[in-house]
């Protein structure tokens, strides 16, 4: 199918999902009709898309984890131990990565494995595996919304069988899951998949089901520039909405100086809405979500404590509508489920004590908002110039040109030219622009800034300091000083 920004037809989506079910025997399991039926007895309560629009009416931020176990019995264990122990809000099912990669017959072997062992021997859930009838009972286990989480290129299969199964939110893009997830995998093929993903959500919005869509907003999450993030979560929002999603929570992944990040989200709410506009999608309802630092973590479990809690506070500061949770063990890999408990209680300890605060409007953090747009705007601009008017082929096209380009990437379509770094007061500017369309006005900005930096450190501008910046927190730093 040719790549452009237009809804599918249900005869060009139906040919494609005759295909899809069949990538693993569970996919006979998928039956529409029945789906909706099972929907629309889910109370509003355990919905996604009508929590998020609750939060975000009552100005709440709402706190999610990240968790996801190999065999049903302990994944509902430790959801439930999520949300009653942890005070979870909103509850995820992270994949794992054999399923992230349609590797189901690896995926069997880890269940089979698992069982053996007693413990799980997979970094998540095989949804695929385990099947509608596997899926739902963990819905049915579970008094809270539930979304997927994964790092998905080819989501379809995945998509199918958990919103059969009950879940009411996706986690993913076309952009979002493959240029920091895969190396060689072609981003038309993925943008393709993706649209894919958001017809069947708009196939279930024609039947009043209302299912919750969130681009992944991080990327890389190592120094990603604001505007660059936003860019994305823009284009991914629009190409989902043309699907018929009606409901959208646009992300954010913490970069730590609090300005910028606070500026960062009222930038994406503010941009959203005028894209959204003049793109008339006026009735897709837009929440945002701020993750904390993706980045290396402390091993010290108190010092990780300190960075989950900087994240929490930047989240409630900025008013993001959800915030997603890290944990002491972020440096150690997989958490137990006490510890992503109390990364989950730490920052909500924050959240609260704060919701009665917010960072005054003052002219730098109107300025730093400002900063972000205007850099969005000359990507998105470009992006729809390349694609003659189409976001679809603009988005393919503009990594080609390193118009759209994300730091540390692993995807050999992003042409990686760009350099991140932080200035004097730890913001993420651009050391090197690489092939970014901004104004010289822009890029004298941020040469300015980083100069400002060397001068206070007494060193040239250089890589060095890039590097030093990807290590500072994890070493208890924010900015990479020179020894
Ligand atoms: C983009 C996602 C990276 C983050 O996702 C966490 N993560 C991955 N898999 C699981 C899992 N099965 N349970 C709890 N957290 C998980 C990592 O720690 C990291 O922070």
Redesign the pocket.
Known sequence: MELKNRQWTHDQFNAVRQEVLNHWPTGKEVDFAAAVKYHEAIPAKRQFAKRLVKAKKNGETLTQ?????ALIDEHIKLLNYLLTEGEADLL?T?I?SYTRQNQYKEAQNGIEESLKAGR?L????PAVNHGVAGVRRVVESVNAPLQV?H?TPDARLLAEITLAAGYTSYEGGGISYNI?YAKEVSLEKTILDWQYCDRLVGLYAEHGIEINREP?G?LT?TLVPPSISHSVAVIEGLLAVEQGVKNLTLGYGQCGNLLQDVAAIQALEQLAEEYFSKHSCADCILTTVF?QW?GG?PQDESKAFGVISWGAATAGLAKATKVIV??P??AL???TKEA?AQGLKATKQLISMLSDQALPATKELEDEINIIKAEARCILNKVVELGQGDYALGAVRAFAAGVLDVPFAPSKYSLNKILPARDNNGAVRLFDVGNLPFTPDLIAFHHDKINERAKAEGRDPSFQMVIDDIYAISKGRLVGRPR
Not at 65 to 69: C, E, F, H, S, Y
Not at 122 to 125: Q, W
């Open positions: 984890p990240r968790a996801g176990v995820p992270t794992d799980s997979l970094n998540g859930f989480r790092g920091p992944f991080p999450g993750h993706m973590f890290k944990t063990h972020e890999g997989i958490p992503n």
